[in-house]
């Protein structure tokens, strides 16, 4: 049955094949194995967040089949993400203290705002605003917030409690200095599980590393009475659905969070694109990031209603659910199933996992985000980009734990310098040699000042932001040589013309006449050629003014 295009784009999981035995079985298996990854890395990431243990068993509960039912790419695995759950709690810590029902609420209303945000996105066919985030920036950001992370879990890893001042330097500083009161339980379970997460992943990387150390970390600290002995454990956790609630409590607080929430739907999406992108590599397969958006918004939007935190869509878990076989969006859905029955009838068996060894997951798992080489790169490409990676690497390592602000600096500096760029574009000027070959004019090769043609090429859009750049050039010329009687504009890169530009060449063209001067255009694109027709330019410049080639233009000089 042929299903209608507006059909398709509202409910996207009609387009998923008809399921066999076969295929749920696959996905069954998928969902599973995937389970088994994201309990322990909910329980996680709720503690990196600063919530409840339970809000990371909702989160990857109801809003990871909302997800797959409504995004566009069958393999990815939403839920609980370290990048998105430390920008959560970055974002709210600074309108209530952790612990609260004020900051409970407001991690809610944080998943509320940035879903819908994503979902506006979406259907508007707004993705293109995810390019405002470029590359480096990201990388400077993630760099940074995966050195945060680290050093956040520490105190909980070693099992000291220093003060916290909310300034990673200090915070640092008081750690070093509180080491000898650390917890040696604590310490020992928390290196233990690093340990084995490193051991089983040189030496058994298919074996299920997290899962097999929460296990033995669990045995231990009931064996050794790891909570009564002063460690902390996760304790007690809720059994049965989630609540249905109304985030907002407090439209003050909501217009607060707006800019949070607007640069965590950013950053949380281009985790999901990663994914996306690397799996319909893999699979052959297209996915629409529109569609995409709005899946991962309405996750986020159905993860406030049930009491939980803002959702992602997870590299390592989708990455693990393709490679375990699943064939469709179902394999979501069955480990939505299997995290309902957890909530229901297996919480007590987590009440004795240590946090040490959650923090030594989230340590793990984040060490795998540091990559500094990525700076280097950017640095190599650009000076402007490398700029950008290491001023939001430093500004959100300083501003921390105000982390979505680095990532702001960030993208501010990269669009000012997009600007600037545009501004003040490259232009050559060139002299023409004996045989008519280009030399170009530098402080180091002047050209004679009897030149009678000089050539420039402008390599950019000819618009108002950088008109006055051209024409400063052009009189340039002008000025130092007093014999020029013909400017030749190379325009191959020209590709745009606007307004401003048009009248900004009408008054220079009628300028370089009188005083003799004639302004020519080599190989202009047909965009340009339009406008100028359109705006009676050409009449200004003269059609015999344009040439197919520089060859052509100089061939009538002689």
């Avoid at 322990?40 to 990196?48: E, F, K, R, V, W």
């Avoid at 509180?178 to 990387?205: D, Q």
């Avoid at 950088?466 to 030749?488: P, T």
Wanted: proline letters at 5%; hydrophobic letters at 55%.
């Amino acid at each position: 049955m042929s299903i209608s295009p507006l059909l398709s784009r509202l409910l996207p999981f009609l387009r998923w094949p008809a399921p066999s035995r076969a295929t749920l079985t696959a996905d069954l298996v998928a969902g599973l194995t995937v389970v088994l990854l994201v309990v322990p890395q909910s329980l996680a990431y709720a503690q990196l967040a600063g919530v409840p243990a339970v809000y990371g068993l909702y989160a990857a509960f109801i809003p990871s089949v909302v997800g797959a039912l409504f995004g566009s790419s069958v393999w990815l695995s939403t839920g609980p993400v370290a990048l998105t759950s430390l920008l959560t709690a970055a974002s709210v810590v600074q309108l209530a203290h952790p612990g609260t029902e004020q900051f409970f609420a407001s991690v809610t209303l944080l998943a509320l705002l940035s879903g819908v945000f994503q979902v506006l996105m979406g259907v508007f066919k707004a993705g293109i605003l995810l390019n405002l985030l470029s590359r480096p920036v990201l990388s400077g950001f993630i760099n940074a917030a995966a050195v945060v992370i680290t050093l956040s879990q520490l105190p909980t890893l070693l099992g000291i409690h220093p003060e916290q001042t909310g300034s990673i330097v200090k915070d640092t500083f008081y750690l070093v200095l509180n080491l000898p009161t650390l917890h040696p339980a604590s310490t020992l379970l928390g290196l233990l599980s690093v340990g084995i997460l490193l051991g089983l992943k040189r030496y058994a990387p298919k074996v299920p590393g997290v899962l097999v150390m929460v296990v033995i970390m669990t045995v231990v600290s009931e064996r050794m009475d790891f909570g009564q002995g002063g460690g902390q454990i996760i304790g007690d956790i809720p059994k049965g659905l989630p609540d249905l609630i109304w985030p907002i409590s407090d439209w003050h607080v909501a217009f607060t969070l707006i800019p949070a929430a607007f640069v965590i739907a950013l950053v949380s999406f281009m985790e999901a694109m990663s994914s996306c992108k690397v799996m319909a590599i893999k699979t052959r397969t297209g996915w629409d990031e529109n569609q995409e958006l709005i899946g991962q918004g309405l996750a986020k939007i159905v993860a406030a209603f049930c009491h939980s935190m803002p959702v992602s869509g997870s590299f390592s878990r989708s990455a693990l659910n393709l490679a375990s076989g699943a064939r469709s969006g179902y394999s979501s859905v069955f480990g939505g199933i299997c995290i309902l029955l957890v909530l229901l009838y297996f919480t007590p068996l987590l009440y004795h996992l240590p946090k040490p060894a959650l923090a030594a997951m989230i340590v793990m798992a984040v060490m795998n985000l540091i990559d500094f080489s990525s700076l280097k790169r950017a640095w190599a490409a650009s000076r402007d980009d490398g700029l950008a990676a290491l001023i939001t690497l430093g500004a959100t390592l300083l501003l921390a734990p105000n982390i979505q602000l680095g990532i702001l600096i960030g993208i501010s500096f990269s669009l000012a310098a997009f600007i600037y760029r545009r501004m003040f574009p490259k232009i050559s000027i060139f002299s023409i040699g004996d045989a008519g070959e280009l030399l170009e004019v530098t402080a180091a090769s002047p050209a004679h000042e009897a030149n009678t043609v000089m050539v420039l090429r402008f390599d950019a859009a000819l618009i108002f932001a950088n008109a006055s750049f051209f024409e400063d050039a052009v009189r340039k010329i002008e000025h130092e040589h007093r014999r020029v009687q013909r400017i030749i504009v190379l325009a191959t890169g020209i590709n745009l013309l606007d307004a401003s530009a048009v009248e900004m060449l009408k008054t220079l063209v009628m300028h370089l006449k009188e005083n003799g001067i004639e302004l020519a255009f080599v190989d202009a694109k047909q965009h340009f050629l339009d406008v100028a027709e359109r705006t009676g330019l050409i009449q200004s410049i003269s059609s015999d003014n344009f040439y197919p080639s520089l060859q052509a233009a100089l061939g009538v000089l002689k």
